[in-house]
């Protein structure tokens, strides 16, 4: 996979080169490339920000030099391995929340290029023009806004990475994770445990030692319906009732939860009032 990130501070996606990412980049499972912007900026101080049309506070980046920027990306990338209609992900509070299908989605292209902002965001032709040629994904890693996009880049690029072919040691690890498709996809990944057996006093679940897999499989996905029903509810209440087995319906009324008369899923202070 090619990752290109166009960003007025290239020196803040050093962590790119740390660790999963770092390593999948040595293997030349990721090739990443970081390009200043400002290179495309014109002036004697290399703006890059102007003052927003319509008045208001903050500034807001200018279309020429992000202009420039990605014709030189994507003219780079013309007749290579990645001549593959790239994906532009823009990073913005305003922009669809970054989800695990999302990341699989991305995994799944050949090509990205990130295309992180500061001040007020940029100028909305940009994306526009682009939309034209690119497929455009505006993406929100959360509901908060940060001074700039490039820690959604870190976020997304990581999430993407581990999902690659060969990039994570063991295939399997995703497998069970918090919001992996499949039978677990709407329920929280539960604790884990290593050696040793007894730690200060406190002790691995028995079960985890019995070496009974259809055992600790049932132990798994209890706690992690006690966790997904303390800590996210709302997976619990848009969960699909067909993907619930008997022990499952028994452990959710002990937590609290009844079935509701549209098949789904409420906490039973919540079924009364309705
Ligand atoms: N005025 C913008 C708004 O309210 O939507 C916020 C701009 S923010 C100060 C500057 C840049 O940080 C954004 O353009 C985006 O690149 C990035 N950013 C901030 N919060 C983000 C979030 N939650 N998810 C993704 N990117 C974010």
Same mark, same amino acid.
Request: hydrophobic residues 35%.
């Given at each position: 996979m090619r990752i290109d990130v166009v960003t007025i501070?290239?020196?803040?996606? =050093? %962590? #790119? /080169?740390? *660790?999963l990412v770092g390593k999948a980049r040595q293997r030349g499972q990721l090739d990443v490339r970081v390009h200043d912007l400002r290179d495309w900026a014109h002036d004697k101080h290399n703006t890059v920000d102007d003052t927003p049309y319509g008045g208001g506070p903050g500034m807001v980046m200018k279309p020429e030099p992000w202009g420039e920027a990605l014709d030189a990306v994507l003219e780079s990338g013309e007749?290579? =391995?990645? &001549? @593959?209609?790239?994906v532009l992900v823009v990073p913005t509070p305003s922009g669809v929340p970054f989800t695990q299908e999302l990341a699989v989605e991305l995994s799944e292209r050949p090509w990205l290029i990130f295309t992180p902002a500061r001040?007020?965001?940029? &100028?909305?032709r940009v994306i526009d023009a682009y939309g034209e040629r690119l497929d455009v994904r505006e993406v929100s890693i959360g509901d908060y806004v940060l001074a700039g996009g490039e820690a959604p880049v870190l976020v997304i690029v990581e999430a993407v990475a581990?999902? #690659? %072919?060969?990039? #994570?040691? /063991? @295939? =399997? *690890?995703?497998?069970? &994770? *918090?919001?992996? %498709?499949? @039978?677990? @996809?709407d329920l929280l990944e539960g604790p884990v445990y290593t050696k040793p057996p007894v730690w200060r006093d406190r002790e691995v679940p028995e079960v985890l030692l019995s070496g009974h897999h259809g055992k600790v499989a049932r132990w798994r996905r209890d706690e992690a319906f006690r966790r997904t029903t303390a800590n996210r509810p709302d997976l619990i209440e848009r969960c699909d009732p067909a993907t619930l087995d008997k022990h499952d319906r028994k452990l959710l009324a002990e937590l609290g939860w009844v079935e509701r008369a549209d098949g789904r899923f409420g906490r039973v202070a919540q079924a009364v009032e309705e």
């Open positions: 501070f290239p020196e803040y996606l =050093e %962590p #790119l /080169n740390v *660790s007749g290579g =391995e990645s &001549d @593959a209609r790239p001040y007020e965001g940029i &100028d909305r581990r999902l #690659l %072919p060969g990039v #994570l040691g /063991n @295939a =399997e *690890s995703h497998r069970d &994770d *918090s919001f992996a %498709p499949g @039978a677990m @996809a």
